[in-house]
């Protein structure tokens, strides 16, 4: 499988990152297991979670996918073929967002002991917190780095004003700087990225790894109407993207895939995986055949007339 570099860091990554919020919601501890091996087997190597997947599920307090990873990376004894992707500062209990120093260096202590890890590949700060400096979440990256806690920060949700200000503190003040970005980002939700975001992402060499790389599960082609809305726990998310422009969407994605043989869902992961500043998307499976369907969207690749095809029906 053909690795990418995560921006400046010196982590290589599969073109694709597994999700990890299914884990300990959707799909139980051995199916997650089953998916993990599968991903694992086919040379894939990046894993995505937080410390708050998945506290929205009855009976959940949170950390229950980070658990979950941590026990199969140590029953596997595979932890140096993996990269570890987690995050801090959703609410967990305390009402808010926060990314304080305080609360960082207490949450990096829980997600380390749940993954079974001495070290966190890449740490990102989930929410922007506009009650705490950037100086001081990145300072606390810093001493997080330098005890060997984590080896690189990022962020995710933040918009092009908001990281070029972290970017300017970490340059004045000496500090780490966001290395990477995890953007809201698919087909049908492309405004928010493309453009100055994704400009000074590719301008400041900064990794991006994309998150509802399926819009929720509405480009994998099974919500076609009203009707289908019950299909998944996700189905109540997705009536916005039955409009016009989403069916138009679809359209695209059923010629495309038919032309290549393989499932609209691949298609619409092997688009982002070829859009210029983006590294991978992060896409979640819960049965071994979306794990297939996964793994088959990293081979596949796409021809100039497809990415055109696309690129129009999604504008």
């Given at each position: 499988?053909?690795?990418?570099?995560?921006?400046?860091?010196?982590?290589?990554?599969?073109?694709?990152?597994?999700?990890?919020?299914?884990?300990?919601?959707?799909?139980?501890?051995?199916?997650?297991?089953?998916?993990?091996?599968?991903?694992?087997?086919?040379?894939?190597?990046?894993?995505?979670?937080?410390?708050?997947?998945?506290?929205?599920?009855?009976?959940?307090?949170?950390?229950?996918?980070?658990?979950?990873?941590?026990?199969?990376?140590?029953?596997?004894?595979?932890?140096?073929?993996?990269?570890?992707?987690?995050?801090?500062?959703?609410?967990?209990?305390?009402?808010?967002t926060d990314l304080?120093?305080?609360?960082?260096?207490?949450?990096?202590?829980?997600?380390?002991?749940?993954l079974k890890v001495?070290?966190?590949?890449?740490?990102?700060?989930?929410?922007?917190?506009?009650?705490?400096?950037?100086?001081?979440?990145?300072?606390?990256?810093?001493?997080?780095?330098?005890?060997?806690?984590?080896?690189?920060?990022?962020?995710?949700?933040?918009?092009?004003?908001?990281?070029?200000?972290?970017?300017?503190?970490?340059?004045?003040?000496?500090?780490?700087?966001?290395?990477?970005?995890?953007?809201?980002?698919?087909?049908?939700?492309?405004?928010?990225?493309?453009?100055?975001?994704?400009?000074?992402?590719?301008?400041?060499?900064?990794?991006?790894?994309?998150?509802?790389?399926?819009?929720?599960?509405?480009?994998?082609?099974?919500?076609?109407?009203?009707?289908?809305?019950?299909?998944?726990?996700?189905?109540?998310?997705?009536?916005?993207?039955?409009?016009?422009?989403?069916?138009?969407?679809?359209?695209?994605?059923?010629?495309?895939?038919?032309?290549?043989?393989?499932?609209?869902?691949?298609?619409?992961?092997?688009?982002?995986?070829?859009?210029?500043?983006?590294?991978?998307?992060?896409?979640?499976?819960?049965?071994?055949?979306?794990?297939?369907?996964?793994?088959?969207?990293?081979?596949?690749?796409?021809?100039?007339?497809?990415?055109?095809?696309?690129?129009?029906?999604?504008?």
């Amino acid at each position: 499988m053909q690795k990418r570099r995560l921006g400046r860091t010196d982590l290589d990554i599969a073109p694709i990152v597994l999700g990890g919020n299914v884990f300990g919601w959707t799909a139980d501890e051995k199916t997650s297991f089953d998916i993990l091996d599968r991903f694992a087997d086919a040379g894939l190597n990046a894993v995505d979670t937080a410390d708050s997947y998945s506290r929205w599920a009855p009976g959940n307090k949170g950390g229950e996918s980070e658990t979950i990873i941590g026990k199969w990376m140590k029953s596997r004894g595979n932890r140096d073929k993996v990269v570890v992707i987690t995050k801090v500062g959703s609410d967990m209990g305390q009402g808010k967002t926060d990314l304080s120093a305080t609360y960082i260096a207490k949450a990096v202590e829980d997600s380390l002991k749940r993954l079974k890890v001495e070290t966190i590949d890449l740490y990102l700060s989930h929410w922007p917190d506009d009650t705490v400096p950037y100086d001081e979440t990145l300072g606390a990256y810093q001493r997080l780095i330098e005890q060997g806690k984590i080896r690189w920060c990022g962020a995710s949700n933040l918009d092009a004003g908001q990281l070029a200000a972290a970017l300017k503190v970490a340059s004045q003040k000496k500090l780490p700087r966001y290395e990477v970005l995890q953007p809201e980002y698919n087909l049908y939700d492309r405004s928010s990225f493309d453009g100055p975001l994704r400009d000074l992402c590719m301008k400041e060499e900064i990794g991006v790894i994309t998150y509802f790389s399926l819009a929720r599960g509405f480009l994998s082609g099974k919500y076609r109407s009203e009707a289908d809305l019950g299909k998944s726990p996700r189905g109540g998310s997705i009536g916005k993207y039955l409009d016009i422009r989403g069916k138009r969407i679809l359209a695209a994605l059923d010629t495309v895939s038919a032309r290549h043989g393989v499932k609209q869902a691949e298609v619409a992961l092997a688009w982002i995986i070829a859009r210029p500043g983006v590294t991978a998307p992060i896409s979640s499976a819960t049965t071994i055949e979306q794990a297939d369907s996964l793994i088959r969207a990293a081979q596949l690749e796409l021809a100039a007339a497809d990415i055109e095809e696309l690129d129009q029906a999604s504008a």
